[in-house]
């Protein structure tokens, strides 16, 4: 990044290894870290003491970086990369999404792709874990609920599930 490309967090390409936003979160605080270590570094090195150790960065913080061409190289940047993320966070659309158990991984990265397609290019899942709601998932946006569960798949089609069953009874 540099002063005559600054970029803004509308701007920001999400890793799909980056789903929550507590992922996002992390992103901020190890840019933070990042930002200190070097910062350290170059007192060190102009005062002439021992030369710090470079930064270890994250797999999924190399992957933001390389995905939106960023470069650590000023302190500058990195001021200007550190107040964008943290934009970022605040503003990132938050789907809540909440399942009968624990989803993996690999299911909520590849949902997170699809709402980065489909919906929004930074959305992020906040998920949630109900027991008793046995299939299906309830999604939450800031003005919409949805109710894609098994249950309320069913209870529209009660009556036709009674005469159903009524027929394979004998009763009708």
């Keep these: 990044m540099s002063e005559a490309k600054m970029m803004t967090y509308t701007q920001f390409v999400l890793p799909l290894s980056v789903v929550s936003k507590a992922d996002v979160a992390r992103l901020v605080r190890e840019a933070e870290k990042v930002d ?3 910062t350290s570094a170059a007192i060190h090195a102009k005062v002439g003491t021992a030369e710090a150790q470079r930064p270890v960065l994250s797999e999924q913080f190399m992957e933001f970086l390389q995905l939106n061409k960023l470069m650590l190289t000023s302190s500058r ?3 200007e ?3 964008q993320m ?3 966070k605040e503003k990132a659309p938050v789907i809540h ?3 009968a158990t624990v989803a993996d991984p690999d299911s909520l990265r590849q949902l997170a792709q699809w ?3 489909s919906i929004h290019p930074q959305a992020v899942i906040a998920v949630g874990v109900q027991p008793g709601l046995v299939a299906g998932v309830y999604l939450r946006t800031t003005n919409h609920v ?3 569960s098994l249950r309320a798949a069913l209870k529209g ?3 036709v599930l009674t005469k159903e069953l009524g027929a394979l009874r004998g009763t009708r």
């Design 77 to 79: 940047d990195r001021t």
């Design 97 to 99: 999404m909440t399942f």
């Design 115 to 117: 709402l980065r397609t």
């Design 86 to 88: 943290r934009l970022l």
């Design 81 to 83: 990369l550190i107040k």
């Design 146 to 148: 949805y109710d894609l």
């Design 157 to 159: 089609s009660r009556q």
């Design 36 to 38: 200190n270590d070097l």
